[in-house]
């Protein structure tokens, strides 16, 4: 059954047009979600943890932070940190990068992995 668009009413359009914006990626959102980051990771330029300083990942090539100790494989991983390998990584790090020794198990939302991408590309 079809129901005509004036029988919808305003009132169901209105919250979905409101909805819209809310889909693109959000820094703060990115920024506040990035504390489950934190743990191994610091956006200092230099200042490595459990894992390396994340400060200009974005255009980085992987496995190159001088001072830390990475594993074969993300030496070996061969690839430049942009948006696309970074959601892939994010998504499944052991899929992407096997034998990684990020444990981690992944961010699985779309929504916050584009926010906390979003919030990377501004470490820089
Ligand atoms: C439990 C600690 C831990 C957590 C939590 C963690 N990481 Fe990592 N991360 C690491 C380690 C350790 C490495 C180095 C991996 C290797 O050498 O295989 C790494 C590597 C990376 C790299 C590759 C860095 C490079 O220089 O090539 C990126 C990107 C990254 N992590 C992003 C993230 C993001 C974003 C989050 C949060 C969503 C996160 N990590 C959470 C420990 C962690």
Redesign the pocket.
Known sequence: MRLPISRLGLGLLLPLVAMWPAAAADVEAGKA??K??A???TTEAGKNK???S?FG?VG??????EN????E???N?GHT?DAAT?DT??TD?RAT?P??????PG?KDEKERQD?IAY?ETLK
């Not at 830390?68 to 594993?71: I, Q, W």
Request: aromatic residues 18%.
């Open positions: 979600d990035f489950k980051c743990l191994c990771h459990i894992g390396p994340l990942i980085r090539k992987a496995g190159s932070v830390f100790n990475y594993s494989a993300m030496k991983f940190w970074l990584y994010l790090p990068v034998q990684t020794k990020m444990i981690f961010i906390i990377l």
